[in-house]
């Protein structure tokens, strides 16, 4: 129902095309407020296409986007942060040569509608506890002064998403925030998505399922662009369509 508090966004028939090629079609989804949803599927199943959908970064081909009740279709990027929506890419995204804590300061000022030279020093000093206290949440505490081209893949992660969260997003979206990670930097991870999950719904991009099983409420299971499945992990684990896609693909 349109502007159920208990929906955050949904997506209405939305497809993608580029040139003659569907890489996503007609995807209708209700994501619930407070949720870990986890968008899976194999190689190419239009995942990060999607997620590019949610986040803003292109408009559906067709299709609507209803964020907060509100058509969100074809808003500029810029704007999502504003709205309430943050996310973290598939690739890292951070200022190598920049210390952890100037990164999330980078964050939070690229928010403000003008930087004011002239700020008291007390908001200044407000900026800066709360990108300490970030730090601290994403597990950066230690790290503080680290450049942060410096720190191992798992923190470089850790850090973007922290930089994310510079915006107090509502919703936050990770696209395979695991990716190229060893076993205990994945787990590291595992465990901050379901912390931050705690005071604010958190959509997911994984294509390993095994990984998400564990932490999602719910999972989206895409398939050659088209919604295949959709329901708690126990449903997707009994779903015989789904095992038939996942079947003989060794997960990586
Ligand atoms: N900009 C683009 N132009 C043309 N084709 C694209 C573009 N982006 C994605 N595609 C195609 O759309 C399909 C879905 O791609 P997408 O990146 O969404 O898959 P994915 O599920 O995220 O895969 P992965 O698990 O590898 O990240 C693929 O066939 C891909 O080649
Ligand atoms: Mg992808």
Redesign the pocket.
Known sequence: MSGDADIILRTEAVG?R??G?T??KDITVEFRRGAITSII????????????LLSGAFPPSSGRVIFEGRDVTGTPQHRFAHMGIAKSF?ITNVFPQLTTHENIRVAAQALQTCFDMWRPRSAMRQLSDAADALLVLVGLGDHRDRIAGTLAHGEQRALEIGMALASRPRLLLL??PTAGMSPEETRTMMDLIVKLASERTVIL?E?KMKLVMGISDRLLV?HH?ELLAEGTPDEIRGNELVKRVYLGKREH
């Open positions: 993608k580029f040139g090629f890489a996503l599927g194999p190689n190419g199943a239009g995942k990060s296409t999607y997620f590019n598939q696209d395979e991009v294509h895409l662009g």
